[in-house]
């Protein structure tokens, strides 16, 4: 049974120029571009309360852009009983702190066992909310707080919430190299130019990206960091502190090869070691409840290879 979904956002000036299919792409990520272009030419799209049946038509900048729309149920991903670890649940929301390794999505490489299975195996209704309600992504080997919308109004304030960049999001980072003071990143990411499975700081072609960062703990040859961010590029944690020179620990994308320093005694060397994904949660989590609007905020501590990773770092730094 299809049901009726409404989204709204506003375009960016920066916009300007672009053709819509294009702009709805960047707006509404959750729908793939074939189908807000078949969403348009069947006279779904308004722009500025008229209905625009061309993908191709030049935006402005500055437009209200609403689209109402039947959206079927989506049947592919099928249910399956994987564990969740639930920290809030009501009527509209369900936040969730994720593993390192569970994958978010089904994609190629991963056709199961992600966190949208299970999600359909703890609420089968969630069938009817796109992407069974995931409104944002964390890496596969990230962990932490995630937040899933129950309902399509839940799933759309949502959307319109970070968009808007309302939504606070903090995480956990451990850093190489001993960083002397907080600061901000501010730049554009996209896709790497010869690697198309990475991202890099593009200076030309990439989206506007900043991450706000500060210092939590030194250690002797390491930083942990408190890092939230305006934008949710892919990766953009990692990219833009990889451009500091001061990348993840374990991140084997933007790491680097693997190294120890100088002086490390056993212990460290072997958590190090054994340390295989990138230093990065999610532990904090504050947004507008849909329904009632209350502010709300949870938290969730790191799991135990970074509680590990700690206590190994401050025993180096000990002595």
């Known amino acids: 049974m299809a049901e009726l979904m409404q989204l ?3 375009v960016p000036a920066e916009a ?3 053709r819509l299919d294009q702009v709805l792409a960047e707006l509404f990520p959750d729908y793939s571009r074939s189908r807000l272009q078949h969403w348009v030419r069947a006279g779904a799209v308004q722009v500025d309360g ?3 049946t061309r993908p191709r038509d030049k935006l402005a900048g500055g437009e209200q852009v609403e689209i109402t729309a039947s959206l079927p149920e989506d049947r592919r991903c099928e249910a399956q ?7 809030h649940e009501d009527a509209e929301l369900l936040v969730i702190d994720k593993p390192a390794g569970l994958v ?3 994609a190629a490489g991963n056709p199961d066992g992600t966190l949208q299975n299970a999600l359909l195996h703890h609420d089968p209704a969630l069938a009817a ?3 069974a309600g995931i409104v944002h992504r964390l890496d596969k080997d990230t962990s932490g707080l995630m937040v899933v919308a129950r309902t399509l109004t839940a799933h759309h304030s949502l959307v319109a919430q970070l968009q808007a960049r309302s939504v606070s999001r903090e995480y956990l980072a451990v850093v190489w190299g001993v960083m002397t003071a907080g600061g901000s990143v501010e730049q554009p990411i996209g896709r790497h130019p010869v690697d198309r499975k990475r991202m890099a700081v593009l200076r030309h072609g990439g989206k506007p990206a900043v991450t706000h960062y500060r210092v939590a703990e030194r250690f002797r040859a390491h930083s942990l960091l408190r890092v939230s961010l305006e934008t949710g590029r892919t990766h953009q944690i990692r990219v833009h502190m990889a451009w500091l020179r001061h990348p993840l620990v374990g ?3 933007y790491g680097g090869r693997q190294r120890q320093p100088a002086g490390a005694g056993e212990a460290l060397r072997q958590t190090l070691h054994g340390f295989r994904r990138q230093a990065l949660h999610a532990t904090r989590l504050v947004l507008d409840h849909p329904a009632s609007g209350e502010t709300m905020a949870w938290e969730a501590p790191p799991p135990a290879d970074f509680q590990a990773l700690l206590a190994a770092l401050r025993e180096d730094a000990a002595g």
């Open 8 to 10: 709204s956002a506003r």
């Open 16 to 18: 300007a120029g672009r």
């Open 50 to 52: 008229r209905a625009w």
């Open 81 to 87: 009983d994987i564990p969740l670890q639930i920290v």
């Open 104 to 106: 978010v999505h089904p």
């Open 129 to 131: 909310v796109p992407r």
């Open 251 to 253: 991140d084997p994308v």
